[in-house]
């Protein structure tokens, strides 16, 4: 008497292979969707770093240049509008003291470009124990808020989710790092 066996899987077996796959499946969707905030995060972490430096290089150059500008600066405006701006100053009409009369702080009008606003792309400014960075030419001189820079300055930014967070500080010698 032969018999005849079915080579093949049962219902079962397919069931548990499906879940498993889906399983899988699941965890790797939620773990790129993670890594997918942390990289908009830290790209909008080196814009920031680099309008920051784009700010000082513009004031460096305005000296070379002579233009009738006394420097430039970066506003940060937290919530509920999360941009930050770069800016410029310019000179006054004392021939003596062209620079004397501003304040080294965002007034509007003085915008160089139009702000970015971090929304746009998910962040938000978190922390900021600053408003306005300055940069004054020559060397440039640095003042925060106003006033000469004297230690450092944090710009906290956070994703809206609240999940991640990246850290720039401006030195007062005019130094960019990241956190």
Known sequence: MSSTRNKGFTLIEVLVVLTILSFLTSILILYSRGGEGQILLFREQSKLVSDVLRAKSLAIQTFQTQEKVCGYGVHFEMAPYNTYVIFKEFKGIDPNNPCGANNRRYDAGEEFEPATNLGDYGM?????????????????????????ASGEARITLMSIDGVALA?????????VSTQ
């Open 124 to 148: 938000k400014i978190d922390q900021a124990t600053i408003g306005d960075v300055f940069f004054q030419p020559p060397d440039p001189r640095i003042y925060f808020d106003g006033l000469q």
């Open 167 to 175: 850290t720039v500080v401006i030195g007062s010698g005019g130094q």
